[in-house]
């Protein structure tokens, strides 16, 4: 049985306005926040210098961003003292929520005039070292602190229905239901440049500057791109997969707990790992126990997340000319491949994105494999009919970041992560203190399910 509780409708006024903010019902709003997610571009002004926009298509489904969020299962069973049969019951309890504000505009109609969308789970908020044992003389390896988190994304007001406390109210509505699933701290991400954004998170609703991570973005091109050097790239076993990031990365920033769920989800293509040629791994995968007892000079691991299922993007406004010109570089590559000529992909009609996550490596020649990693991502990305572009996103200071081929008109330099304390007592993640004034680390997780 599956049991999902909508909490009671709240009337709430702002600026004049009688505002009400309730839980998302795909059968009654879906329609109403495709029309509401169409009018609202990406962006802080929806155009850049040149005119365009990047508009996104969420294929239908409103929840696509969070619906594969993780789940919490609970299992309930009747006294074995109850004279009742004992039955078994099912009880999913969703750890995600869909919030929509809606404004009368008629005796008996109303309109949905925003959107908010969030998630809770655990991450790993930093490390601290076990009391050593009496036969390590070196000390025990760190072990994570994780913290429960709540992630709010998809903030989506009408464009005639701003600056009237709508989006502080949405925003106010989901911390309560993150509070209510037990999260200590809630983060958002948003352009660096985005002052509308920020000023809501920052400047109203208490949220602080966090991280500032980059988001990279390749074109996927009409010729192969070739591995470079002498690198072999394998695909690894989910199992070995899950082992290696929970042995070797468990300790970075927003790493999920539910790791498993993340790698064994059908949108995950699968995790690589390229490894120079000629060692005993690019001769046979012996298992990641192997592997890590005797690992090559350098190496490097990434998953892969196909996005394009998810949602699609569209570049809008582009001059004529500009469009004539991407599609001359596509037809030089499709006819001369060999000369492997950059080319730009039509991003001007609906496309769909592959991101790589959990990128992480070791050795001096990492960078280099990293680039190999991405080599073969923009491959897999090639036989892939309207996937244009692999994109990934890491920390500012990601020691890999020199290895991931990116074009910057595409990219994003300087994305902008905030974050806000809502919990007054610390859980599992008080043997860290206040997460909110921690240090920027190397490298953070980005969690494919909510790109």
Request: aromatic letters at 8%; glycine letters at 8%; one cysteine or more.
């Amino acid at each position: 049985m599956v049991v999902v509780v909508a909490p009671e409708e709240e009337e709430e006024r702002a600026a004049g306005l009688a505002v009400m903010i309730r839980e998302y019902e795909a059968g009654r709003d879906r329609e109403a926040v495709e029309n509401l997610e169409r009018m609202c571009e990406v962006g802080p002004s929806g155009a850049d210098s040149s005119g365009m926009s990047l508009f996104t298509d969420l294929l239908g489904d409103p929840l696509c961003r969070v619906r594969h969020s993780p789940n919490f299962l609970m299992l309930v069973r009747p006294s074995p003292s109850s004279v009742s049969p004992v039955l078994l019951v099912f009880v999913i309890e969703l750890h995600w929520s869909v919030q929509v504000a809606e404004i009368a505009i008629g005796p008996e109609s109303r309109e949905i005039v925003g959107v908010i969308r969030g998630c809770v789970k655990f991450v790993t908020c930093g490390t601290k070292k076990p009391r050593r044992a009496a036969d390590d003389l070196d000390g025990a390896s760190p072990v994570s602190i994780y913290a429960k988190v709540a992630y709010l994304l998809g903030l989506r007001v009408s464009p005639f229905h701003r600056r009237k406390g709508i989006g502080l109210k949405l925003v106010q509505r989901m911390e309560e239901w993150c509070k209510e699933k037990g999260a200590e701290y809630a983060y958002m991400a948003t352009e660096k440049d985005n002052e509308p954004s920020i000023q809501l998170f920052t400047g109203r609703c208490g949220y602080s500057k966090f991280r500032t991570p980059a988001i990279l973005v390749q074109p996927v091109f009409a010729h192969r791109l070739p591995l470079p050097g002498a690198s072999v790239v394998l695909p690894l076993p989910t199992a070995d997969a899950e082992a290696l990031y929970r042995r070797r990365f468990a300790g970075i920033e927003f790493f999920p707990r539910d790791i498993d769920a993340v790698l064994r989800n059908p949108l995950s293509l699968g995790t690589f790992l390229a490894v120079p040629g000629g060692c005993a791994a690019a001769a046979r995968w012996q298992g990641v126990e192997a592997f890590l007892a005797a690992p090559p000079p350098a190496w490097a691991v990434a998953s892969v997340w196909n996005s394009k299922a998810l949602f699609r993007l569209e570049v809008r406004g582009a001059a004529r000319w500009r469009r004539a010109l991407a599609q001359a570089t596509r037809t030089i590559d499709r006819a001369l491949p060999w000369l492997r000529i950059p080319s730009v992909p039509d991003l001007f009609s609906p496309f769909g994105l592959y991101l790589v996550y959990g990128l992480a490596g070791d050795g001096s020649a990492a960078p280099s494999l990293t680039r190999a990693l991405f080599h073969h991502a923009h491959n897999m990305a090639r036989a892939d009919a309207g996937c244009r572009v692999v994109a990934a996103e890491v920390a500012a200071c990601e020691p890999l970041r020199l290895g991931i081929p990116h074009w910057r008109r595409l990219s994003c330099a300087e994305d902008l992560w905030c974050v806000k304390r809502l919990a007054g007592e610390y859980g599992e993640g008080g043997a860290l203190g206040d997460w909110t004034k921690a240090p920027p680390p190397a490298s953070i997780f980005v969690d494919p399910r909510e790109f």
